[in-house]
């Protein structure tokens, strides 16, 4: 089945822990991304990667990191949490470049950081 | 700046009693506008893809329409199961951004 994974669903820590959320995808595409949903704010997008071992900034990237050392593999990685990075992420991928082709969303990852 | 206004933010209707939500946008040059469904608790599921003025889509009960300034997603005779939030993003082409900005999102609800 084609799909997008993400682990864990859901994480509650505390602050300055280090985490990492991570997300595969089975599709073999290109581009991947992550967003955090927040309410009241809509889809924002975190960082973006057109390919492996490239990776850009999307519209809120402070306080996070990624990495795409494999096609498959897209992990987020939260070097020291703050209550406001407490949200709902969504690793999603698609094909190509998303202008052309649907992104495909993974379940959503809640993160609670106290 | 690319921005996308979605309304009403909810709406409830009647099951068999058929409606529009609506999706605004801006940008500079529009590469293609997304409609996406999002039942709770869950990730967006893509339903369609517009990238010209004129253009329509149907799938089911719902049908995507496109202008220059706007796009519609009109749901004929809705049933209990089309409750969830609808989303509408935009790709824009300007500048080489590869960031797609998405609305707010309608919350449909409706009522057997």
């Known amino acids: 089945e084609a799909q997008v994974t993400q682990n864990p669903r859901y994480l509650i820590t505390v602050t300055g822990k280090k985490l990492t959320v991570t997300c595969s995808q089975n599709m073999n595409h290109e581009y991947m991304s992550w967003y955090r949903q927040d309410p009241g704010l809509g889809l924002r997008q975190i960082y973006y990667?057109?390919?492996?071992?490239?990776?850009d900034k999307g519209d809120v990237p402070e306080g996070y990191k990624v990495s795409r050392k494999e096609k498959r593999n897209f992990p987020l990685i939260l070097e020291s949490p703050s209550p406001n990075q407490t949200s709902l992420y969504f690793c999603?991928?698609?094909?190509?470049?998303?202008?052309?082709?649907?992104?495909?969303f993974g379940p959503g990852t809640r993160l609670t950081v106290l | 700046e690319d921005q996308v206004t979605q309304s009403p933010e909810a709406l409830r209707l009647q099951e068999g009693e058929s409606s529009s939500l609506n999706c605004s946008y801006t940008?500079?040059?529009?590469?293609?506008l997304f409609w996406y469904r999002q039942d709770p608790g869950k990730g967006p599921e893509f339903l369609f893809t517009l990238y010209s003025a004129g253009e329509e889509k149907e799938k089911e009960r719902l049908k995507a329409t496109l202008t220059k300034k706007e796009s519609f997603l009109h749901i004929t005779a809705p049933k209990p199961e089309d409750s969830a939030t609808y989303l509408c993003?935009?790709?824009?082409?300007?500048?080489?951004?590869?960031?797609?900005?998405f609305g707010r999102g309608t919350s449909l609800i409706v009522h057997p």
């Open positions: 990667s057109m390919n492996v071992e490239v990776t």
């Open positions: 993003a935009v790709q824009a082409t300007s500048g080489g951004s590869y960031i797609p900005t």
């Open positions: 940008v500079s040059g529009l590469r293609g």
């Open positions: 999603a991928s698609s094909l190509s470049f998303p202008g052309n082709n649907e992104q495909f």
